[in-house]
């Protein structure tokens, strides 16, 4: 779906209902909105220099152990609860909302730059709360096209032990995040044990690839045909508890 670029305080949800119009789609019942990350963030007016952040002792120790910027550390660490790791050229951190990623998600790719500016000047942030953002949006589209529909937020994120970014979900409203299938029947007969679909982060991955990562310009994807049914959730549906976690 055609996009223009997003600026602070555009109103998402008239441009994705303006870009559906143009291509001549309908919303319908159980339809699903995937949207980027960057251009929520950049309508909640997320875009900031990275000098805005000034670093603290920790973030210049971090610094000397990963070699970037003191001021993107420190933007790290305001938007983290903690530290994960911190080698050469990474630094791996719990974002606020709970999930782990690398940079607390922060990135500097398809960042507009001012004139004068270098483009690592400036830096994106994820928005405050997903879940909120996604839940606002689709608020609005169902009360303009009077349909249940579903919106995820999806980033890129990388994976341990395999190489690669991945779209997953950070905000999701109005369709299950995780899809619990214990207790159901195999092909055999046999009870399912353990099985758990994390449908929100698979439709991520799929929308992802749709959307490209570089100059596509496609950061929405209208989505139908999703098979569970929709439903309240929220992103803590897919965090595991860290009392849970065998890795860190």
């Known amino acids: 779906m055609g996009i223009p670029l997003v600026k602070p305080g555009d109103d998402l949800a008239v441009m994705i209902l303006e870009s559906l119009h143009f291509e001549g789609i309908e919303l ?96 994106l942030l994820l928005p405050e709360d997903a879940d909120r953002s996604a839940n606002a949006i689709r608020t609005e589209l169902e009360a303009v096209s009077g349909k249940k529909i579903a919106v995820l937020i999806i980033d890129s994120h990388g994976r341990p032990w395999r190489v690669g970014t991945v779209g997953v979900t950070i905000g999701v409203s109005g369709m299950p995040a995780l899809v619990d299938l214990r207790g159901k029947p195999d092909l055999f007969g046999r009870e399912l044990l353990v099985t758990q679909v994390a449908a929100a982060d698979e439709l991520a991955a799929g929308a992802s690839l749709m959307m490209g990562q570089a100059n596509e310009a496609s950061p929405v994807v209208h989505v139908r045909g999703f098979p569970y049914s929709l439903r309240e959730s929220s992103l803590q549906e897919l965090i595991r508890p860290e009392t849970q976690d065998l890795f860190r």
């Open 28 to 123: 319908q019942d159980g339809d699903v909105i995937v949207l980027a990350q960057k251009i929520v963030s950049k309508a909640e007016g997320r875009r900031v220099r990275q000098d805005a952040f000034i670093p603290s002792k920790e973030a210049v120790s971090l610094a000397e152990i990963t070699g970037k910027s003191p001021h993107l550390i420190q933007a790290v660490l305001e938007e983290s609860k903690k530290v994960i790791r911190a080698v050469p050229h990474t630094i791996i951190a719990e974002h606020k909302n709970g999930f782990i990623c690398a940079n607390a998600g922060i990135d500097h790719s398809n960042v507009e730059v001012n004139e004068g500016d270098v483009p690592d000047d400036w830096i």
